[in-house]
């Protein structure tokens, strides 16, 4: 498939401005003069712009399944584009460069009944670490099956780089769908949320929105649960995209003609999705992952024929705007505390060892006892700017499992006050999942709590596992004070999540 750079020559150059990108980066190989013609191509050294045409060169090696219109028609959102503009810069004019890259979702994302070299966010970074060899890359998914994005607003430094360049998510089918108007919309004011939590982060990253079909509206007219193409919240979410001036790329408008109207091989709703129409298969996933390739070959064109400059320094020096929906702020401090994360707040572990009971590349680390009378105390800030005296939610993140657990008593030692309480992890499901345990704490600086394996057990056996603690946003009153809707707190966060 051919991409095409649209950009204008001067006069006397003998180029339409629908010459072939690739023709146009041979010449600049062969003659780099030919693209300082350019107005905004005026690069004092010709070696940065050969480094550049050949970088880009090999980012355009990419055979498309896709037609070029569903790319087009699939980018419903661009803007300026000037966080990916920095972030494609720094590949293309650094000689050895170090990207990360990063995305944030649910199931769909983690891979759900797809192998792992199938999922979109793979075939991205297979793409990239072939075009750059030049760049150290790294790539985190740190999608989570079942997760919406307040979960990610209370614990996105669990996902994601701390050095993170480039940032997409996933959330639209976890999300669901709120008809409502925009100003009173439940999920897009969730959806603010997270990409303010997302662009304020310090590495200031591109972040990109990967939207996807809601429930059920990746189905022909006759299923009796269609949906239709408007449904869900991708244009109520398109609002913040603008407002924010953020990337937005929709699986739903790049294959909705090809499945619905054309049936094209290949591309009908049947062999893009799975058996639920719910969550992408293999035909869907390529789909997803050529419209992240195409933004940042399209990005990389853009660079080439209109350098990074000074303008967009001065994009970047901006600060965010304030939020859309009016108090819609974001924690501004971590809230959620795991693994390597929660070991500062321990105070003492007796009986309690940190081990890793994961394999390389896939750790399972946490406070491990297995005899009764094992002790754990770890402290926490639970004081908050809400209501005085108000409680505040702490929820202490434990592995769950069908065999060998015990039974956990926990309570407030000092300086807080909360209602004790018990943590059974034996569970009769089949699976080892991290669940977390709710309890009220007063506000206090240092609230220490304790976790004491106790004698009682339903598995005949004692072992506990405390993996972290995730905090509440905010006070419960505070909460309570709030329409009934908003109250974006671990309640709303874990709504269907056990998985941490």
Same mark, same amino acid.
């Given at each position: 498939?051919?991409?095409?750079?649209?950009?204008?020559?001067?006069?006397?150059?003998?180029?339409?401005?629908?010459?072939?990108?690739?023709h146009?980066?041979?010449?600049?190989?062969?003659?780099?003069?030919?693209?300082?013609?350019?107005?905004?191509?005026?690069?004092?050294?010709?070696?940065?712009?050969?480094?550049?045409?050949?970088?880009?060169?090999?980012?355009?090696?990419?055979?498309?399944?896709?037609?070029?219109?569903?790319?087009?028609?699939?980018?419903?959102?661009?803007?300026?584009?000037?966080?990916?503009?920095?972030?494609?810069?720094?590949?293309?004019?650094?000689?050895?460069?170090?990207?990360?890259?990063?995305?944030?979702?649910?199931?769909?994302?983690?891979?759900?009944?797809?192998?792992?070299?199938?999922?979109w966010?793979?075939?991205?970074?297979?793409?990239?670490?072939?075009?750059?060899?030049?760049?150290?890359?790294?790539?985190?998914?740190?999608?989570?099956?079942?997760?919406?994005?307040?979960?990610?607003?209370?614990?996105?430094?669990?996902?994601?780089?701390?050095?993170?360049d480039?940032?997409?998510?996933?959330?639209?089918?976890n999300?669901?769908?709120?008809?409502?108007?925009?100003?009173?919309?439940?999920?897009?004011?969730?959806?603010?949320?997270?990409?303010?939590?997302?662009l304020g982060?310090?590495?200031?990253?591109?972040?990109?929105?990967?939207?996807?079909?809601?429930?059920?509206?990746?189905?022909?007219?006759?299923?009796?649960?269609?949906?239709?193409?408007?449904?869900?919240?991708?244009?109520?979410?398109?609002?913040?995209?603008?407002?924010?001036?953020?990337?937005?790329?929709?699986?739903?408008?790049?294959?909705?003609?090809?499945?619905?109207?054309?049936?094209?091989?290949?591309?009908?709703?049947?062999?893009?999705?799975?058996?639920?129409?719910?969550?992408?298969?293999?035909?869907?996933?390529?789909?997803?992952?050529?419209?992240?390739?195409?933004?940042?070959?399209?990005?990389?064109?853009?660079?080439?024929?209109?350098?990074?400059?000074t303008?967009?320094?001065?994009?970047?020096?901006?600060?965010?705007?304030?939020?859309?929906?009016?108090?819609?702020?974001?924690?501004? $401090?971590? =809230?959620?505390?795991? !693994?390597? @994360?929660?070991?500062? %707040?321990?105070?003492? #572990?007796?009986?309690? /060892?940190?081990t890793?009971?994961?394999?390389?590349?896939?750790?399972?680390?946490?406070?491990?006892?297995?005899?009764?009378?094992?002790?754990?105390?770890?402290?926490?800030?639970?004081?908050?700017?809400?209501?005085?005296?108000?409680?505040v939610?702490?929820?202490?993140?434990?592995?769950?499992?069908?065999?060998?657990?015990?039974?956990?008593?926990?309570?407030?030692?000092s300086?807080?006050?909360?209602?004790?309480?018990?943590?059974?992890?034996?569970? $009769?499901? =089949?699976?080892?999942? !991290?669940? @977390?345990?709710?309890? %009220?704490?007063?506000? #206090?600086?240092?609230? /220490?709590?304790?976790?004491?394996?106790?004698?009682?057990?339903?598995?005949g056996?004692?072992?506990?596992?405390?993996?972290?603690?995730?905090?509440?946003?905010?006070?419960?009153?505070?909460?309570?004070?709030?329409?009934?809707?908003?109250?974006?707190?671990?309640?709303?966060?874990?709504?269907?999540?056990?998985?941490?």
């Amino acid at each position: 498939m051919t991409l095409l750079l649209i950009i204008a020559l001067h006069s006397n150059n003998n180029v339409t401005c629908q010459e072939p990108a690739s023709h146009i980066i041979e010449r600049a190989l062969d003659e780099p003069a030919h693209l300082s013609t350019l107005p905004s191509c005026q690069m004092p050294h010709n070696h940065h712009v050969k480094r550049r045409s050949k970088v880009v060169t090999a980012m355009l090696n990419y055979n498309f399944t896709t037609p070029e219109v569903q790319l087009r028609r699939g980018l419903t959102y661009l803007g300026s584009n000037w966080r990916l503009r920095r972030a494609v810069h720094k590949l293309l004019s650094e000689p050895a460069p170090e990207l990360w890259v990063g995305v944030i979702g649910g199931s769909i994302t983690q891979g759900h009944t797809v192998q792992h070299d199938e999922i979109w966010f793979t075939l991205l970074q297979d793409w990239l670490t072939a075009a750059a060899p030049h760049a150290t890359l790294h790539f985190r998914n740190g999608a989570i099956g079942g997760c919406a994005s307040p979960f990610f607003v209370l614990c996105m430094e669990r996902s994601v780089d701390a050095q993170v360049d480039i940032l997409f998510s996933e959330f639209l089918l976890n999300d669901g769908s709120d008809d409502g108007s925009i100003s009173r919309n439940l999920v897009t004011w969730r959806f603010e949320r997270v990409v303010r939590r997302s662009l304020g982060l310090d590495s200031k990253p591109a972040f990109v929105v990967m939207h996807v079909y809601p429930h059920a509206g990746a189905t022909e007219l006759s299923h009796n649960e269609h949906r239709p193409f408007h449904w869900g919240a991708e244009d109520t979410d398109g609002a913040v995209s603008q407002y924010y001036d953020i990337p937005s790329l929709s699986f739903r408008t790049a294959s909705y003609r090809l499945a619905m109207f054309k049936h094209q091989p290949g591309f009908t709703f049947q062999e893009l999705m799975i058996h639920d129409m719910i969550h992408p298969g293999v035909n869907g996933h390529r789909v997803m992952g050529e419209l992240a390739i195409w933004l940042i070959q399209q990005t990389a064109i853009d660079l080439l024929s209109r350098p990074y400059s000074t303008a967009d320094e001065e994009q970047a020096a901006e600060p965010m705007p304030d939020p859309m929906m009016a108090g819609n702020e974001v924690p501004t $401090t971590p =809230l959620c505390f795991a !693994t390597d @994360l929660f070991t500062p %707040l321990v105070v003492s #572990s007796h009986g309690f /060892l940190y081990t890793d009971e994961g394999s390389p590349g896939n750790p399972k680390k946490g406070y491990v006892a297995t005899a009764v009378g094992a002790e754990l105390r770890f402290n926490v800030s639970t004081s908050r700017d809400g209501v005085p005296g108000s409680k505040v939610s702490v929820h202490v993140s434990y592995l769950a499992s069908y065999q060998h657990m015990g039974v956990a008593s926990i309570t407030c030692v000092s300086g807080c006050e909360c209602e004790p309480t018990e943590l059974d992890a034996h569970i $009769t499901e =089949l699976v080892s999942q !991290t669940y @977390l345990h709710p309890l %009220l704490a007063t506000q #206090s600086e240092d609230c /220490l709590v304790s976790v004491m394996v106790v004698e009682r057990t339903s598995s005949g056996e004692h072992k506990v596992k405390i993996n972290g603690v995730v905090m509440s946003e905010r006070t419960e009153e505070e909460a309570k004070s709030r329409r009934p809707d908003d109250r974006f707190d671990l309640e709303g966060a874990f709504r269907n999540q056990k998985t941490l």
